[in-house]
């Protein structure tokens, strides 16, 4: 990863350096760079932090003004992960938070609207954000629907190439746009603009009348079964994210698996490229990946009502 801008200093006699990274106009100190999170890698929490310091401007716009989750892997991704909501109260005060509803109380978040807030995580060895589909100010209403691409335990990821581009194709259909991400895991997301105007239950509503829809043409290769158990092989339309304070991972981030994979948007084109792969970017190649044009900077991307798409998908389903 690029080094960017900051110092280290060891103290006498003490092997363990202390490093600071100056981002924007804050300086972030970095206990411990060296501390190994991924060992069979040898990936340490500074070059985490040098990742998210170099995505974090295409990072930010699908970040700003939403809550997070952080998966925080204080002893490496081989010790106990914190999957945590609230944000401690030793976080600075000048990183954003966004109090929001649970059931029996509510939870402050943290929002990530500028880069130092998002390298602070990284320091904070939070590897992997995970972002709701809706903003802070309207939490109830989405602007984002993900269909997660799930393929079999045994499954081959042109299956999950296969099934993308049925998804384009209906959302095609729709009038609908479409950016594709691999998740750095095994699968591969398929995002839809919304305008937020629609809550969770119709958003969800349509969400499963689309997935629905793809299953019930493709029956022998595709389902909406939740029960591993019962999809026989068939690729899991997954939908289930698409609800009130669900999360998932953001793009440009790192997973907590052997290789620090990335979360990485690709172009629609990509589906035809059979090397792509769920956890082809990682943290160590991804230089040569920010060197390249943002597959995402010239596709259109403007909200769409949730309820004029589903009316439309009754139409091309012939239910109408």
Same mark, same amino acid.
């Given at each position: ?7 280290? @200093? %060891?103290?006498?006699? *003490? ?41 974090? !401007? ?8 939403? #809550? ?9 991704? &081989? ?6 909501? %609230? ?10 938070? /966004?109090? $929001? ?19 602070? =995580?990284?320091?904070?060895? !939070? ?6 589909? !809706? ?7 989405? +602007? ?21 581009? $049925? ?23 398929? =995002? ?8 969770? &239950?119709?958003? @969800?509503?349509?969400?499963?009348? =689309? ?8 029956? *022998?290769? =595709? ?5 591993? *158990? ?7 339309? *997954?939908?289930?994210? %698409? ?7 953001? #793009?440009? /981030? ?22 792509? @792969? #769920? &956890? ?7 230089? /040569? ?9 010239? +596709?259109?991307?403007?909200?769409? /009502?949730?309820?004029?798409?589903? @009316? ?9």
């Amino acid at each position: 990863m690029s080094s960017g801008t900051g110092t280290s @200093r %060891n103290a006498p006699g *003490d092997d363990r350096r202390e490093t600071t990274l100056r981002v924007g106009r804050r300086t972030l100190d970095l206990p411990r760079p060296d501390k190994v999170l991924f060992p069979g890698d040898g990936i340490t929490k500074e070059d985490l932090a040098r990742h998210y310091q170099a995505v974090a !401007s295409r990072a930010l716009p699908h970040l700003r003004g939403r #809550p997070l989750m952080m998966e925080r892997h204080p002893d490496g991704i &081989d010790g106990r992960p914190l999957m945590q909501k %609230n944000a401690p109260d030793y976080f600075p005060d000048w990183i954003t938070r /966004s109090t $929001q509803a649970k059931e029996g109380g509510e939870v402050v978040h943290v929002v990530c609207d500028d880069a130092a807030t998002l390298v602070y =995580l990284a320091v904070q060895a !939070s590897i992997t954000q995970h972002r709701w589909l !809706s903003r802070a100010d309207h939490p109830d209403h989405p +602007d984002v629907l993900i269909v997660d691409l799930d393929p079999a335990p045994d499954g081959d990821f042109a299956e999950v190439r296969w099934a993308a581009r $049925q998804v384009c194709t209906l959302c095609d259909d729709l009038g609908l746009p479409v950016r594709l991400m691999t998740t750095g895991s095994r699968g591969l997301h398929v =995002l839809l603009p919304l305008d937020a105007k629609a809550d969770y &239950d119709t958003v @969800r509503e349509f969400a499963k009348a =689309l997935a629905d829809t793809l299953a019930a043409r493709h029956p *022998d290769r =595709l389902t909406t079964e939740p029960r591993k *158990d019962a999809r026989k092989g068939r690729l899991y339309l *997954d939908v289930q994210r %698409n609800a009130y304070a669900q999360t998932a991972v953001a #793009p440009y /981030s790192v997973r907590a698996r052997p290789g620090a994979p990335v979360a990485t948007p690709v172009s629609r084109d990509a589906l035809d490229d059979p090397d792509l @792969r #769920p &956890d082809g970017w990682t943290i160590r190649t991804f230089d /040569s990946y920010l060197e390249a044009e943002d597959p995402w900077s010239g +596709d259109t991307w403007r909200g769409h /009502s949730a309820s004029a798409a589903h @009316r439309r998908l009754r139409k091309v389903a012939g239910e109408e």
